[in-house]
């Protein structure tokens, strides 16, 4: 059974940095590709980062890249967010999610089958 539990979310000041996480089964950690997505009010949600089974390949929207590190520990059945230099823009509530085995496109949100409840950041200006 699969499930998905984020936490670390909260309200901070743009500039400043803030780590959420992601615990899961046993067998999501250890078989699947994970990512983090992102959704604002009124807005579709968004793709942020992902990473593959292992943490050698990572994948970063444009919008986070060089901002944010994705990482994961397969041992602990958790996988992170470290988001730096957060502006407004972050602000959104942030979901882990299981990717498809034999799916191409990590960015699409389509092709996640399992999803936390999320977590809120939001960012003051």
């Known amino acids: 059974q699969v499930w998905l539990v984020e936490s670390g979310g909260g309200l901070v000041q743009?500039?400043?940095s803030l780590r959420v996480s992601c615990a899961g089964s046993q067998l999501t950690f250890t078989?699947?590709?994970?990512?983090?997505?992102?959704q604002a009010p009124g807005k579709e949600r968004e793709f942020v980062a992902g990473i593959s089974w292992n943490g050698v390949r990572r994948y970063y929207a444009d919008s986070?890249?060089?901002r944010f590190g994705i990482s994961r520990?397969?041992?602990k059945n958790t996988m992170s967010l470290q988001m730096n230099s957060l502006k407004p823009e972050d602000t959104a509530v942030y979901y882990c999610a299981v990717f498809r085995p034999g799916s191409y496109n990590t960015r699409d949100l389509l092709n996640y089958d399992y999803w936390g409840q999320g977590t809120q950041v939001t960012v003051s200006s």
Do not use: H, I, P
């Not at 590709?33 to 992102?38: C, L, T």
């Open 14 to 16: 743009a500039g400043d």
């Open 31 to 38: 078989s699947y590709a994970m990512g983090w997505f992102r």
């Open 64 to 66: 986070v890249k060089g």
């Open 73 to 75: 520990d397969n041992a």
